[in-house]
């Protein structure tokens, strides 16, 4: 969902910073996201490509963003002309002078001249900062375009000669947010808690998993956001199926219920798993696991500051729960050993978190030089340790079959440490059976 509470300066200082990044003489081609169809004559709902919307703000399909240093006008964009019959039919345009006068373009035109005018934009520039390999079709139309320009060598052009994968530049500074993008971040997290909150007060045996998918979609909707990815909803042995979405099956008395859904707002995601008993009250074997990967994600937060490693809040919960799991019996040996041996990852297969920004696994990389990157302010990460016992686990007793927790939380790092952007959703056991009225 795009709704427009970026401001548009934010996006124009993004430009002047890749302008100033990149260069003179060099071009940046940025193409809007493809229609996709599902099926016949029906398209999936347009969703921008996050590139593309973090530097023009531009919401529409067929756009093309052009950014050339030094030239006379340094954002050009390419979109789609106005059409009153195409707009009785889907929607309004922004057109080229939408596109200038709303969207900060230096200058637009129709994306149908884009063939006629692209070649000429890259004569005499030495670099292009284009993402190859993303959209196929456009990668086809830009060779093409710069072997017309090739083809004027003995005119005494000069046709670029270096490509440069853009994300080098963009996604680097995509990784650490603006105050502009921590406020939209933040509404994300409080929409998508409210969501979260909404389901604990709805779920009771019986219900349907789709039931409480809809209240969580509803409570996204209400707000003026969508989904930042499809739900999970899994209760009982669903749970224990990492990227459930199915969400067609009744909540039983005595599971446990995992829900991992959260909201976008004007192109920023949350991300949020919550897991609590389908009857507000925990059993004695849930406790327990819960306690652990709650002490899990408490260690890996705690690592989520300034000059910390991204791996160390893995360590941390990997260490947390190994022990734990030593304690209670479900794994055997030494800890260190089992840590060295990932003896852990029977019961915990994924790492303890990711990039968290316009994607839901957003980008930046993760190491730097050969070593894991340290944490700096601005860059957001999300926490989510979890247990995962599913029916039938091999000389794992039966009174821990079918129980899976993730708890997972927003973490952006600060000056001084850490703050949780998803905290208004309760997650000690004591909360949630207070909040459940299971307590």
């Not at 971040?185 to 998508?192: D, I, K, L």
């Amino acid at each position: 969902m795009f709704a427009k509470i970026i401001p548009p300066q934010e996006f124009a200082w993004r430009r002047q910073v890749l302008l100033e990044r990149i260069g003179e003489g060099a071009i940046a081609l940025v193409p809007a996201a493809p229609q996709a169809p599902r099926n016949r004559d029906v398209h999936y709902p347009f969703r921008q490509d996050s590139d593309f919307y973090y530097l023009t703000g531009f919401p529409e399909p067929e756009a093309v963003a052009v950014l050339a240093p030094g030239n006379e006008q340094e954002f050009l964009l390419f979109c789609r002309e106005r059409d009153p019959l195409m707009e009785t039919w889907h929607g309004r345009r922004a057109g080229p002078q939408g596109a200038v006068e709303r969207y900060g373009a230096d200058h637009a035109q129709p994306v149908g001249e884009i063939d006629k005018r692209l070649p000429e934009l890259l004569e005499n520039r030495q670099r292009v900062y284009y993402s190859i390999g993303y959209n196929p079709a456009f990668d086809r139309r830009v060779m093409d375009w710069l072997n017309q320009v090739r083809a004027k060598s003995r005119s005494g052009v000069r046709a670029p000669v270096e490509f440069i994968a853009l994300e080098h530049v963009l996604h680097e500074m995509r990784l650490r947010k603006s105050a502009a993008e921590l406020a939209v971040m933040r509404e994300a997290g409080r929409v998508s808690a409210e969501a979260h909150v909404r389901a604990m007060q709805t779920c009771k045996p019986g219900v349907m998993e789709h039931e409480l998918e809809a209240e969580i979609l509803y409570t996204f909707m209400r707000h003026g956001a969508g989904w930042a990815y499809p739900s999970i909803v899994g209760g009982g042995a669903n749970a224990c199926i990492l990227h459930y979405t199915e969400n067609n099956a009744p909540l039983l008395d005595g599971d446990l219920l995992l829900i991992d859904a959260a909201a976008e707002m004007d192109g920023y995601a949350a991300d949020i798993t919550r897991t609590f008993p389908v009857t507000g009250r925990f059993s004695p074997e849930q406790r327990m696991l819960y306690g652990l990967v709650l002490a899990a994600q408490q260690a890996a937060i705690a690592q989520v500051r300034p000059g910390k490693r991204w791996n160390d809040m893995h360590d941390a919960a990997v260490r947390t729960l190994t022990e734990g799991l030593v304690e209670l019996g479900l794994l055997i040996g030494e800890v260190d050993k089992l840590i060295e041996e990932e003896g852990y990852k029977r019961f915990y297969m994924h790492r303890t978190g990711h990039w968290l920004g316009m994607d839901v696994h957003d980008v930046g990389d993760y190491k730097v030089g050969g070593d894991w990157r340290a944490f700096e302010p601005g860059m957001v990460t999300t926490v989510e340790p979890g247990l995962y016992i599913p029916f039938g686990s091999e000389g794992v007793a039966e009174r821990w079959w079918n129980i899976a927790v993730r708890i997972e939380d927003d973490v952006l790092v600060t000056e001084s440490g850490h703050e949780i952007l998803s905290a208004a959703v309760p997650k000690t056991v004591d909360a949630i059976e207070a909040l459940m009225g299971g307590g």
